[in-house]
């Protein structure tokens, strides 16, 4: 005897930030949404809300606004006025200006407990959303809905199911959707630090033999590093002691921000491109890392994703079957251009300044100081990282979505 199905329009599987974001999008819709996530809402260990720090692009910040979620988060965000760009050995650098682009900032950095913490206190006011604790254990796929069966013994029936479950997906797997991965063979070391030197609302972005090494302008004058090592270097940082360690990553960043004083708890995880093969299955849609799982570098592997779940949500306001192969066609065709720009900008820049060619080193250095002279580039540069490039959703353009409301 099957179990009852509780019947939604859209099925979430993954209640991280970038499945929230989504639900956020649609809570004002006629539409009842199902967010299933095995961990529990006042739990800590949601992988998706851990110890890193986001950077947002401006993009990002409007659909933050325009989903309900940015009140709670205004206070906490550290604006990044600019950025500054550098290797390590190499005459030459790069800067971004804010002001050089008429904005106040060229984007914001917040703590991701922070950015889940608000996104769930913006969904568990909306009536059309619901949340089931489980993990999805199967699915069962039917003409004009997907069943899906938790660990929990629950059945939920769905127009759309969204798999949003992070790189690893159980759910993209279960729908016979493959994905490329591309190991960097890097680990990013995480932590915030104290500084001599106020850091100005500057993100730094140096790239080093090892890798990029980012700083990030955080509340409180602090900063949060990203420091991409090999997997042995990086157990070593882990390992090493307070002093040892700042010495260390003085060596790699220079004195731009003056003396490293202090640091926190340092944490790593493994770096890798993981690509799905398409981003739909029927009656299904792939989403965030579930979808692409970006390098850290130039932050914009959540604002990718943001960009993907407000194109989502502007098309399942129109109205109509949610599931339907037209949407879904559509879906994937207007997010295939910025999708794979994203992809092949950040891999890009991990393998080219990665290469430890002697003579490229030079040329690099002239690249930058380049850069740095052609304004008009700087600035369509400027609106690509800002997620203000190409074909943009209405919540990124600070638009509300046009479908019927509650």
Not at 3 to 21: C, E, H, N, P, Q
Not at 58 to 73: D, I, K, N
Not at 126 to 132: C, D, I, K, N
Not at 171 to 179: D, H, K, T, W
């Amino acid at each position: 005897m099957s179990t009852r199905a509780a019947r939604y329009d859209v099925a979430i599987a993954g209640g991280g930030m970038v499945g929230l974001s989504l639900a956020a999008a649609l809570a004002d819709l006629s539409l009842e949404v199902a967010v299933v996530e095995p961990v529990a809402a006042e739990a800590d260990e949601q992988p998706s809300f851990d110890a890193r720090t986001t950077a947002l692009s401006s993009g990002s910040r409007r659909v933050l606004e325009a989903v309900g979620a940015w009140p709670a988060l205004a206070a906490r965000a550290t604006p990044i006025r600019r950025i500054h760009v550098s290797e390590r050995g190499v005459l030459g650098t790069a800067t971004l200006e804010a002001a050089e682009q008429g904005l106040p900032a060229l984007g914001y950095t917040i703590e991701n407990r922070v950015l889940g913490q608000a996104l769930r206190e913006r969904v568990a006011r909306a009536t059309g959303v619901h949340l089931h604790p489980g993990r999805v254990a199967g699915l069962e796929p039917g003409a004009d809905a997907m069943r899906l069966l938790t660990d929990t013994g629950e059945a939920i029936e769905a127009r759309l199911l969204v798999a949003a479950d992070g790189a690893r997906s159980s759910v993209r797997a279960a729908l016979g959707i493959g994905a490329s991965v591309a190991d960097y063979g890097q680990q990013a070391v995480i932590a915030h630090v104290d500084t001599t030197k106020f850091h100005a609302y500057t993100a730094y972005e140096r790239f080093t033999a090892t890798g990029p090494l980012a700083i990030l302008p955080i509340v409180e004058g602090r900063s949060a590093v990203v420091w991409t090592l090999a997997p042995d270097a990086a157990r070593r940082a882990l390992a090493l002691d307070d002093a040892a360690f700042l010495a260390e990553l003085q060596q790699a960043f220079g004195l731009r921000l003056g003396r490293f004083t202090r640091v926190g708890r340092r944490q790593a995880y493994p770096l890798a491109l993981t690509r799905a093969e398409r981003l739909t299955a029927p009656r299904a849609v792939v989403l965030g890392n579930a979808a692409q799982s970006l390098h850290p570098v130039a932050g914009q592997g959540f604002n990718l994703a943001l960009r993907d779940a407000a194109m989502l949500a502007e098309l399942l306001a129109e109205g109509g079957d949610p599931g339907a192969p037209a949407l879904l066609a559509r879906y994937a065709e207007w997010r295939a251009p910025d999708r794979e720009a994203v992809v092949r900008f950040t891999d890009g820049l991990v393998r080219g300044f990665g290469l430890p060619l002697g003579m490229l080193r030079p040329a690099r250095g002239q690249g930058l100081v380049l850069f740095d002279l052609l304004r008009p580039v700087k600035r369509e540069f400027a609106r690509r990282t800002m997620g203000l490039a190409g074909r943009q959703p209405r919540l990124v353009r600070g638009l509300p979505l046009a479908g019927e409301r509650r």
